[in-house]
């Protein structure tokens, strides 16, 4: 089955500091999501990337999927208080397959 | 839209008691996801539904657990009888057709049995 890995567990920055998150899987990708999770809070969806080289932004958020397909990296440049909180990568095992999702990243950020 | 809507927010419960979860889709979705979130274990998927079919429950723990959904706009998540372990927080999460779309997130039941 599909294991997603995600390093690290957690992080502790500066504000303002730019920092990366990374999601490895054991297999091909079929897709990879981002999401956001603070605490008491369900899952927001960030971004989803589907081809080999991909990159997406969001404000201060990039998102890039590697050609090979199997990893994946979350980058936030000049964090802020706001970007604190769990960071999660899903991706399906297989074609039409629910999501499998990594462990998560513990992300806060400090002044 | 109002998004994915569960219910209750928070349940306190003693074991050996029946715990009934509840989730509203997003309207006009067609898959539905239950999950269940640990320290230990992440997130997991329990079971998964399509035009209100389960379509995979290899992910439900137990006999004790066992899900519903009688109409698109409505499911149910029952574990009788619950026990300390299945302390958790549930997510219920809907998607427009597939199982492998962008899937959107309820706020989560926070579940503890004593």
């Known amino acids: 089955s599909q294991e997603l890995e995600q390093s690290p567990q957690s992080l502790i920055v500066q504000e303002g500091k730019n920092l990366t998150i990374n999601c490895t899987s054991s297999?091909?990708?079929?897709?990879l999501y981002w999401y956001k999770q603070k605490y008491g809070e369900g899952l927001i969806f960030l971004m989803m990337l589907q081809k080999g080289g991909e990159e997406k932004s969001h404000e201060k958020i990039t998102a890039k999927l590697d050609e090979k397909k199997q990893q994946s990296s979350l980058h936030i440049t000049a964090s802020q208080p706001s970007h604190a909180g769990i960071y999660l990568c899903?991706?399906?095992?297989?074609?039409?397959?629910?999501?499998?999702f990594g462990k998560g990243t513990r992300l806060s950020v400090i002044a | 839209d109002a998004g994915v809507i569960q219910s209750p927010r928070h349940e306190v419960t003693e074991m050996g008691q029946e715990v009934t979860l509840r989730c509203k889709p997003i309207s006009g979705h067609n898959s539905l996801f239950w999950y269940r979130q640990t320290m230990m274990r992440g997130l997991e998927l329990l079971i998964y539904f399509n035009n209100n079919v389960p379509i995979d429950d290899s992910g439900m723990p137990e006999d004790r657990f066992s899900a519903k959904m009688p109409n698109a706009s409505f499911s149910t998540l029952k574990i009788q009888p619950s026990e300390p372990r299945d302390s958790a927080v549930y997510f219920c999460?809907?998607?427009?057709?597939?199982?492998?779309?962008?899937?959107?997130f309820g706020p989560g039941t926070r579940l503890l049995v004593l």
């Open positions: 899903g991706a399906p095992p297989a074609r039409n397959t629910p999501l499998v």
């Open positions: 297999k091909t990708l079929y897709g």
């Open positions: 999460a809907s998607s427009l057709t597939g199982a492998s779309e962008t899937q959107y």
